[in-house]
């Protein structure tokens, strides 16, 4: 069961408030338990606190940093089943996918937990010329100082921890704002970083709307803001000044089948159901547009409509529920408005299509026009289209016209094909016989053009978070 209530963290330490936020269960729309809502003071303060902390978490070493992470690791795990009840109430996951999302939560914290001890630098060759006979290079990295996060509702443990665990690796402080719906597994995370010994004000976990959000973005303290989410997202980046800034925004993630999957159509067909309405389609990376070529299209669909219709929804508590509620009705509602202006335009529905509330049916369609909001935007929600090609130069064009860049899957035995869909695609990853949903968390990931930038990745996190600073020495 939840808390009755819980506070938010500044400077390592938990706080009430006399302002409280209702978390409410995404299924039942019930008030689950309230979290407390920090003034502007107390966000001044975490701010200041996560200054003061620059030095003393870039002195904290190596293997203290390492043993912060494997106790969160350890600990999350203990507390397997409440991380998991807290992610299927306030976010309404079914309890299965909460349950993945702790491992990967425990597994993302234990990649940095290695990586925290193994932060190197070079030695560069600098004898380029006989002028610079005996001058030698080196390198290290160096944390980056006080971070800003930003993370979204849909993986409320997971992308926390993206951005977290690769900070107490890197030796930043950082000030985090969890979403407003969903900020229980970010206060559990910090419930656990308060019994660590890490430096007084390494971490801030505040409960704010994105009005009172703004110092994050726009305080000139940080040295880097990381940011996922919607496309607000580039307003945010004009508003960042000269700190860094890494984005993570969404696409609309396409999946190419080939002529040659006839033989392997089932597991193509369990993979798409998986990546297209896995946690109701509310993944970044959730498959969203479907291109297989004609010579298996019919089949194709007529098995994934048949699997799809046999997707059981309800009470994401319950352990045969695969398709729970939307964050929201207003989610709901907005794609079940883009289903029917795409029918309107000549779309044909071929199962679901049917909303009550924030529960949306499974919906697949074909014949969605290329300009309607279902094929060019993110549906972020059960949603898929399909769509016939006949030569694999024209899959690649499909996938390739889109605004968005994240990841794309192809289904192939050619190695040709793979190769030219690693080399063509417009996408900052290409998932070859798997969905563009896989994702293992210490592998680089992030988009291109409305995606966003940067990379995500506990190693290439911590790149970011750190810097290079180089010496150079003669020999006397």
């Known amino acids: 069961m939840l808390n009755k209530s819980y506070p938010y963290y500044l400077a390592n330490q938990p706080r009430m408030s006399k302002e409280m936020l209702d978390v409410r269960d995404k299924y039942s729309g019930k008030v689950a338990t309230r979290v407390a809502v920090p003034d502007a003071k107390a966000v001044e303060k975490a701010i200041a606190a996560a200054v003061n902390a620059t030095t003393p978490m870039r002195q904290f070493k190596p293997w203290a940093r390492q043993a912060v992470l494997q106790h969160c690791a350890t600990r999350f795990a203990e507390r397997r089943d409440e991380l998991a009840e807290a992610l299927c109430i306030e976010a309404g996951k079914p309890i299965k996918d909460a349950a993945g999302e702790v491992t990967r939560l425990i597994e993302t914290f234990r990649i940095a937990a290695e990586e925290a001890v193994r932060i190197n630098g070079e030695t560069l060759n600098l004898e380029l010329a006989s002028r610079l006979d005996g001058y030698h290079g080196y390198t290290k990295r160096v944390p980056l100082g006080p971070l800003a996060f930003i993370t979204p509702f849909n993986f409320p443990l997971n992308l926390v921890a993206h951005k977290v665990a690769p900070a107490i690796a890197a030796g930043c402080p950082f000030v985090l704002k969890p979403a407003e719906k969903t900020p229980i597994g970010a206060l559990i995370i910090g419930e656990v970083l308060a019994e ?281």
């Not at 899959?395 to 190695?415: M, P, W």
């Not at 996408?427 to 592998?443: A, E, H, L």
């Open 196 to 476: 660590t010994d890490l430096p007084r004000g390494a971490f801030s976990i505040l409960t704010l709307d994105g009005q009172h959000a703004a110092p994050l973005v726009e305080d000139e303290r940080f040295k880097l803001l990381s940011f996922t989410g919607g496309q607000i997202g580039w307003e945010l980046k004009t508003r960042a000044g000269r700190k860094k800034v890494v984005l993570e925004l969404g696409g609309n993630a396409a999946c190419i089948v080939d002529a040659d999957q006839g033989p392997h159509l089932d597991r193509v067909v369990e993979r798409l159901v998986f990546g297209a309405f896995y946690q109701s389609g509310q993944s970044c990376i959730g498959v969203q547009r479907i291109y297989a070529h004609a010579d298996v299209y019919e089949a194709l669909k007529r098995k994934l409509v048949a699997a799809t219709r046999k997707l059981k929804s309800g009470d994401p508590k319950r352990k045969d529920v695969f398709l729970g509620p939307m964050i929201d009705e207003a989610a709901a509602e907005r794609l079940h408005g883009w289903i029917v202006e795409a029918r309107k335009a000549g779309g044909r529905i071929l199962c679901g299509g049917r909303r009550e509330g924030n529960m949306l049916e499974a919906t697949l369609m074909e014949d969605v026009p290329a300009e309607a909001k279902a094929n060019r935007r993110e549906a972020f929600g059960p949603f898929a289209l399909l769509a016939p090609f006949t030569h694999f130069d024209e899959a690649i064009a499909l996938v390739n016209d889109s605004d968005y860049g994240l990841q794309a899957g192809i289904f192939t035995d050619s190695l040709e094909h793979a190769m030219r869909a690693w080399n063509e695609l417009e996408q900052g990853g290409v998932i070859v016989n798997d969905v563009p949903s896989f994702r293992v968390d210490n592998m680089p990931y992030g988009g291109i053009k409305l995606s966003g930038l940067g990379r995500e990745g506990v190693r290439y996190a911590i790149e970011d978070m750190t810097e290079v600073r180089l010496m150079v020495m003669r020999e006397s």
